[in-house]
């Protein structure tokens, strides 16, 4: 047989996940990456965009265009898919408490292309459950989120059969902690809590539920285990079969199918010899090619500098350049599945499927995921398995090369050049996007605008689909912001549990923190009181991992902590600062708007006579901006290189000491 006549597999669809500044910026982007062979689109969207608020709301400040493209009104979304046929495109969203306002606004985009709805093909994440766990871009109460979900799969489901409604994301529980075991029982236990919420709804005649279940796809992580990682997607694939026949009645295989796209671990990146991560990045690839019964039907891959901060054109061409020579020079595609029939493989396969189904045991004893994630069970659970993850990159049980091993290097060329290897957003982004916010609101018809409104808030109070009025308040101007404050008006704000109170086991009495214990306490008693920490989340930014480590770390130290959760005004953490007596705070802030935020937090500081507590900050902080930041008063810039949480709690301890005029601990 020539190289001609072998049968190949088709490759999946290949994507990059992007998206910043403003809209002109992003489709520029998605031109370019789609004419080096990109054969689907992934958006990022920003922030303010995610959390529903406008670009020039006060909480927006910092954030517009930092993480992803924002998207205020449907002009922003013809011009983010300018001059690419959304007939003939498959695009993913991840998006979620807003998700269905933004593919209302996919969807006029689409009919002013002349675009059919029907034939629209895609995927909305839609999946705010695992939101309260990780990424924190929750806006409502869990039970009106779900009515919300199963409004936009019950109405994609009847009227563009093409979509994906919903991309049930145990990605982003992995990033937050999550065992392979606890992916796959807590993803599996959204399905169902979803699944059941749109049979309850009606909406879906019992006959066509076949086609809902048919449309459910996920969205899973792979990690640098990869023999382990192909493992758990072999379990997924199985556990979803039965789950769909046995509760559902599912009978036709092809509507059993477990669907799946994939981004590979991001948590693993490093900022330490970040060269390192490209081999990361291609081996977790194989845990969701090699086993072709379990082969992901989408990927998209990080860039291997995304510890570093935004990922260049280039950096996201690498990436893509990774996919296209596996899939297309290596013979992967040629054969069947590679780990049928062995032994090994089966056990571990099924090892990993008997612990997920004891967990969503215990899951549906606390009444299902949506009371699990209520009552603080899900969260408590992360936080601990992240938490014995950190102790054992710390105490070395744990290696990670080029972090707590191998540390010797020579300098890296990657970032050695002027933008030190990572794009800097236009710091007129925001001030552009702001005032072509304002132009659009002083052109639009306002009594269309009001009327709009008006449907949407009948259909939130009286139970109708939200999707129908959210395509007409699309079409007729209304903006991010003024979707979701009807909303929030009619369902109310949530804060979800932040999982910090668990106990921390035998590591707790470890050498270091021996040591790091007795500083803290002989500083109490020279001060006169316990030394106490406020651990801050300003901005928008909800991914707490970090900060939930630090509190747990500061906790065990010795300190009394202050965490009250994700997306606080500067104003409220200066408040809490001099209401809890705090002696020093700590911010968390991964979303590139830590310039902003620090300026923010020092004058509310200052404005209530409180300019002399010290702050230290954690994040993703180019070394340019730390310099800054210090330049500023920031006694202590910590980033992802800093992995020995024992000597950064030491570190605090010394910056109290100077800070109270204390000397420094032998």
């Known amino acids: 047989m020539t190289q001609e006549t072998i049968q190949r597999d088709r490759p999946w669809m290949m994507r990059t996940y992007s998206g910043h500044s403003s809209a002109r910026a992003s489709n520029e982007l998605y031109r370019t990456n789609l004419s080096k062979g990109q054969t689907g689109l992934s958006v990022a969207f920003d922030l303010p965009t995610q959390t529903g608020y406008d670009s020039d709301h006060p909480l927006a400040r910092g954030e517009v265009g930092k993480v992803g493209v924002p998207v205020n009104h449907i002009g922003d979304m013809e011009l983010l898919f300018d001059s690419i046929p959304l007939g003939q495109m498959n695009t993913s969203m991840t998006i979620n408490a807003t998700a269905p306002w933004l593919l209302a606004l996919y969807i006029a985009t689409a009919e002013r292309q002349g675009v059919d709805p029907t034939e629209l093909q895609g995927t909305t994440q839609n999946d705010v459950l695992k939101e309260y766990l990780s990424r924190g871009t929750y806006i409502f109460p869990p039970e009106p989120s779900v009515r919300l979900t199963t409004d936009l799969i019950a109405y994609t489901v009847e009227n563009i059969p093409k979509w994906n409604p919903t991309n049930i994301c145990s990605y982003h529980l992995q990033e937050a902690g ?36 048919g449309r459910i796809s996920f969205f899973v992580n792979a990690g640098i285990r990869f023999i382990e990682e192909t493992c758990k997607l072999r379990a997924f694939g199985d556990m979803w079969d039965e789950l769909v026949k046995e509760r559902y009645g599912v009978d036709d295989e092809r509507q059993r199918r477990f669907r799946y796209g994939v981004q590979v671990n991001s948590l693993g990146l490093t900022e330490s010899q970040p060269e390192n991560n490209v081999q990361r990045i291609v081996l977790e690839m194989l845990a969701v090619t090699l086993s072709k019964n379990a082969r992901a039907r989408a990927i998209q891959l990080p860039a291997w500098n995304e510890a570093l901060g935004l990922p260049r054109p280039w950096d996201q061409q690498w990436a893509l350049r990774m996919q296209q020579v596996l899939a297309l ?39 299902g995921m949506v009371q699990a994630i209520e009552s603080g069970y899900v969260k408590r659970e992360l ?12 105490s070395g049980d744990l290696k990670i090369v080029g972090v707590n091993c191998f540390q010797a290097t020579a300098e890296s060329p990657l970032t050695a050049g002027g933008d030190s290897g990572i794009m800097k957003v236009n710091p007129e982004a925001e001030s552009n996007q702001i005032a072509a916010l304002l132009a659009f609101r002083a052109d639009r018809d306002t009594s269309q605008v009001e009327s709009a409104l008006a449907e949407l808030r009948e259909a939130a109070v009286g139970g109708g689909n939200i999707m129908p009025p959210s395509i007409r308040c699309a079409h007729a101007g209304v903006t991010t912001g003024e979707w979701s404050e009807v909303l929030r008006e009619v369902f109310g704000e949530y804060r979800a549990p932040t999982g910090i109170d668990i106990s921390t086991g035998d590591h707790a009495a470890s050498e ?65 600062a001099q209401e809890e007596g705090v002696h020093l705070i700590g911010l968390s802030v991964l979303s590139g708007s830590h310039l902003e935020l620090v300026e923010d937090i020092h004058k509310e500081l200052d404005e209530i006579n409180a300019g002399q507590l010290p702050l230290v900050i954690g994040g993703i902080i180019p070394e340019e901006d730390a310099e800054q930041l210090r330049s500023k008063g920031v006694q202590a810039v910590f980033t992802p290189k800093d992995h020995d949480l024992n000597a950064i709690m030491s570190d605090m301890v010394a910056i109290i000491r100077q800070n109270n005029g204390l000397e420094p601990l032998a």
């Open 512 to 576: 270091d923190l021996v040591a790091v214990r007795e500083a803290v306490r002989r500083t109490g008693e020279e001060l006169g009181r316990p030394l106490r920490l406020l651990i801050g989340k300003p901005g928008l930014d909800g991914h707490s991992n970090g900060a939930e480590q630090i509190a747990v770390k500061g906790r065990d130290a010795g300190f009394e902590i202050v965490y009250e959760g994700i997306r606080l005004t500067p104003a409220q953490i200066a408040r809490a």
């Open 383 to 394: 936080v601990q398995s992240h938490t014995q993850r950190m102790r054992a990159i710390e």
């Open 329 to 367: 020079e290596t013979d992967l595609l040629e054969y069947g599945d590679l780990f049928d029939g062995s032994p090994v493989i089966e056990a571990k396969v099924q090892e990993l499927a008997e612990g997920a189904r004891l967990e969503m045991e215990r899951v549906a004893h606390q009444g």
């Open 178 to 213: 999550a065992t392979p075991t606890q992916e796959l029982a807590y993803a599996l236990s959204t399905a169902i809590a979803i699944l059941d919420a749109v049979k309850a709804s009606g909406q879906i005649p019992e006959e066509r539920f076949d086609a809902v279940v």
